[in-house]
């Protein structure tokens, strides 16, 4: 079946990079996304990849795909107090647009 | 572009009571629109995708009767939520597809948090 998993938390000094993970099983996957949501807010995507790419870099943002190893990663460059918040990566299939999510990484930035 | 609103933001209700819940896309058409739901600290949990003019999907263990979906239109849909009570508290988001760029993109509302009492 379908499973999405990440690890929950993540803590980083202002000003590092950070790096989030995530670890899919279906195969047929063709759409990757990142997702962030602030506290009381809902989701805001921040970047996608498609399944037949391996990288895209969107300003402070590079996303990885390993898809031999099912492995997605986001990896922040700079980060900022600003970038607090609850991270989720998920995965779409062909055969509904259903989005799969994670269980979505709490990524703290300290001063 | 590509705004999806929910109203309301915050609603109480006493248990019992129906609540209803709107979901718009501002600036584009969604053939689709998806229900998820939130508790604290957890990921989101699709209830159900409804496409614009017909019944709505639901997942496994999700009752139908008890949140009925309408997507009446392009831009609308609502969930509402009946004889409501306090298990039913959570934060419940609606997104909109496919995104006027990206065949698969989905994109979100901010949210209604229902506090059943």
């Known amino acids: 079946g379908e499973d999405v998993e990440q690890s929950l938390f993540l803590s980083v000094r202002e000003g590092d990079s950070s790096v989030i993970n995530c670890t899919y099983t279906?195969?047929?996957?063709?759409?990757l996304y990142w997702y962030k949501q602030e506290p009381g807010a809902g989701l805001q995507l921040l970047t996608y990849i498609f399944s037949n790419m391996d990288m895209k870099q969107d300003q402070r943002l590079t996303v990885l795909l390993n898809k031999k190893d099912k492995h997605l990663s986001l990896r922040i460059a700079d980060t900022q107090t600003g970038d607090s918040a609850i991270y989720f990566c998920?995965?779409?299939?062909?055969?509904?647009?259903?989005?799969?999510f994670g269980q979505g990484t709490e990524l703290s930035v300290k001063p | 572009g590509a705004v999806v609103s929910q109203h309301p933001s915050r609603v109480i209700c006493k248990s019992g009571t129906s609540v209803k819940i709107e979901c718009r896309s501002l600036d584009f058409q969604a053939t689709t629109m998806f229900w998820y739901r939130q508790f604290p600290k957890q990921s989101l949990m699709l209830m159900a995708t409804?496409?614009?003019?017909?019944?709505?999907?639901?997942e496994q263990g999700v009752e139908k009767d008890k949140f009925l979906i309408n997507h009446a239109s392009l831009t609308l849909s609502t969930l509402t939520v009946t004889s409501a009570h306090p298990e039913d508290s959570s934060f419940y988001i609606c997104?909109?597809?496919?995104?006027?760029?990206?065949?698969?993109?989905?994109?979100f509302g901010p949210g209604t948090r229902l506090t059943v009492t």
């Open positions: 409804s496409n614009e003019g017909s019944k709505a999907t639901y």
């Open positions: 279906d195969s047929s996957s063709t759409y």
């Open positions: 998920a995965e779409t299939t062909p055969q509904g647009g259903k989005l799969i």
């Open positions: 997104s909109a597809g496919p995104g006027p760029r990206l065949v698969y993109e989905q994109y």
